[in-house]
């Protein structure tokens, strides 16, 4: 296709010198044109490569990073509740899934070493053929992975009639610590000041309110 910058122009091939400085402008511009495609697009490979290092840098064991006390996931609430007001929204209306989450979707998982993605009978899996398979559009799951990365998070669950969106995990089954903050109808029990302090010996689940029916839920010992 020719570039609409380039024309012809008779008055212009008069002059053999006239023509030569025209050939060269043009050169120079369409130089500086292809300058700029190749930073855009190394800019958008840049983008690209920078969402798939935050995957990266965020592990699925997520061991790397302490717990976070009480009082920080309080301070976090502050700040981005609107964050986990929307989560809890958006799984509550998505009733055909009951997990969305960075290396979870339903019944997929992430495959860390691959970063490809395994659903029931169909392993190695593309990010795109995963969320076709669980009916969720791409812009939705990047909504889902807006809000979650803007608390924190790994995931926004649907359990009973609550939502969980999960914000700390570690170990394996059972010898596995957690904490979440969860959206309940009705108060979990039991309900403790602080869920770091005086916590039993044994495994056990507890909860600290924060506003509205949402609660800070501690796991594990």
């Known amino acids: 296709m020719t570039d609409p910058e380039i024309s012809t122009d008779p008055s ?9 400085n025209r050939s060269l402008a043009l050169r120079a511009r369409m130089a500086r044109r292809r300058r700029v495609r190749i930073a855009g697009a190394v800019v ?3 983008l690209v490569g920078g969402v798939g290092a935050i995957a990266l840098l965020d592990p699925l064991d997520r061991d790397d990073r302490p717990m976070p006390s009480d009082a920080q996931v309080r301070q976090l609430w502050s700040a981005r509740r609107a ?11 998505d009733r055909n899934l009951t997990v969305v989450g960075e290396d979870r979707v339903d019944g997929c998982a992430r495959e860390a070493k691959h970063l490809s993605w395994g659903c029931p009978n169909a392993p190695g899996l593309e990010l795109g ?3 076709q ?6 812009d939705r799951y990047a909504l889902y992975r807006k809000h979650l990365a803007a608390v924190g998070g790994d995931q926004a669950a649907r359990r009973d009639s609550g939502v969980t969106v999960g914000l700390y995990r ?14 309940s109808p009705t108060p979990p029990a039991p309900v403790v000041a602080d869920t770091d302090r005086d916590r039993p010996g044994s ?6 309110a924060l506003s509205d029916g949402w609660y800070i839920e501690h796991s594990g010992k």
């Open 12 to 20: 212009i091939t008069l002059s053999p010198s006239r023509t030569t």
């Open 133 to 138: 398979t669980v009916r969720l559009a791409p």
């Open 83 to 93: 964050d986990f007001e929307a989560l809890r929204s958006m799984i509550d209306a």
């Open 170 to 183: 570690s170990g394996i089954a059972t010898s596995a610590v957690g904490k979440n903050v969860v959206w």
């Open 44 to 46: 958008g490979l840049a």
């Open 203 to 208: 495994p056990t689940v507890n909860y600290a």
């Open 129 to 131: 053929a995963m969320l």
